[in-house]
């Protein structure tokens, strides 16, 4: 299958790095990536809150290996954290009462390894993520723990409890309900109040730990949506399929439900109509901003939602060529 194939091919090495120097890669993941820079984070972030948008800016970068290069992560979320907080919109409302931030638990060093065992260095995420918790604290930022594959749910959400029951509190976890176990999670995080946002799921699961078709998915989804909105607090209802959208309004108009009790959330450059259509019928939706040079893995996985936007990817890599692309230059790529 295209969705297993672009998904293996996100994990690999060598496409990643054959596929980061091809001519046009980088206009084509401007699609999906707003920059590279802090500046360009904060830039894209400011122009979407200045509409009306949340927004939740995630520097890219996953999986690292190195603490050198994750103690980086941590000090590009410092500089993030300290920007959002001093920057204003034009009309001069703090930026951070629109803007938080998401990040990934293997960025920060749930990846790195105590020398010679097979446990990941704990003690190193929690001082390498201490400080970026310290920072969002002090500025009042809510910091959303993305979820990634089946491998790291469990450490992630025991990681997770372990700082909420320590008192820390601006922090959320995010559901993918392609996962068997979700529901119970969302029930946990639930009975502590803890924000989720929930999502599908991106990686490619084993049939054991994970519903493999789309109906199932997305029943399970209806199933924890209601649920959260009925027992959770502020959750972020993160999809673009439209069924999914229209289920949580009709549900929380049948339970009485303000739509200042969740948020909707979707993805930087993924169904911009969509986004425009929910800010202007009055609901909250947030837009999740990724920046960062490490962008390979993030748009293989937009690539493998909907591989129809390899047709677009190709396109930009064409429009630089002497071809000059399908459609010719100038031609808007909206989604
Ligand atoms: P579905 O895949 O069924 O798509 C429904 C429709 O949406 C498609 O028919 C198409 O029109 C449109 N669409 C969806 N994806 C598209 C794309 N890439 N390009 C263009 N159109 C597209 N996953 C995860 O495992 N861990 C996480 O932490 C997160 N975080 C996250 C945050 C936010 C804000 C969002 C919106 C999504 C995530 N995801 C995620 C990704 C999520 O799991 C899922 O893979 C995508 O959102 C696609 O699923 P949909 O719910 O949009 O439905």
Not at 57 to 75: N, P
């Amino acid at each position: 299958m295209l969705r297993d194939f672009l998904i293996f091919l996100s994990e690999n090495d060598k496409a990643r790095r054959f596929s980061m120097n091809a001519p046009g890669a980088r206009s084509m993941a401007r699609r999906f990536v707003a920059g590279e820079t802090v500046d360009d984070g904060i830039a894209a972030a400011k122009a979407l809150a200045e509409q009306g948008f949340g927004v939740s800016l995630d520097v890219l970068g996953e999986s690292v290996k190195s603490r050198e290069e994750a103690r980086t992560a941590g000090d590009t979320y410092v500089t993030l954290l300290d920007r959002i907080a001093s920057e204003r919109m034009a009309d001069g409302t703090p930026l951070r009462e629109k803007v938080n931030v998401s990040l990934k638990l293997t960025q920060m060093g749930q990846d790195i390894h105590v020398d010679g065992s097979g446990d990941y260095d704990e003690a190193f995420l929690r001082e390498n993520l201490g400080r970026v918790l310290d920072t969002a604290s002090k500025h009042d930022i809510f910091v959303r723990f993305d979820m990634e594959s089946s491998a790291y749910t469990q450490r992630t959400l025991d990681f997770f409890r372990s700082l909420w029951d320590a008192g820390v509190h601006n922090i959320g976890v995010v559901l993918q309900s392609y996962l068997r176990r979700t529901e119970a999670d969302a029930d946990m995080a639930s009975s502590l109040g803890a924000r989720v946002r929930l999502c599908k799921g991106a990686y490619k699961e084993p049939e054991d730990v994970a519903f493999q078709e789309k109906t199932a998915v997305d029943a399970n989804y209806v199933h924890v949506m209601k649920r959260l909105l009925s027992d959770g607090t502020y959750p972020g209802i993160a999809t673009h399929d439209e069924a999914m959208l229209e289920a949580t309004k009709n549900y929380a108009r049948e339970k009485s439900i303000p739509v200042s009790a969740y948020e909707f959330q979707m993805l930087y450059g993924v169904r911009r109509d969509l986004q425009h259509q929910l800010l202007k019928d009055g609901y909250n939706i947030r837009v999740y901003v990724p920046f960062g040079d490490a962008w390979y893995p993030y748009l293989m996985r937009r690539m493998a939602e909907r591989p129809a936007n390899l047709f677009f990817i190709v396109n930009a890599v064409l429009r630089e060529s002497p071809l000059g692309g399908l459609f010719g230059k100038g031609r808007s790529n909206r989604t």
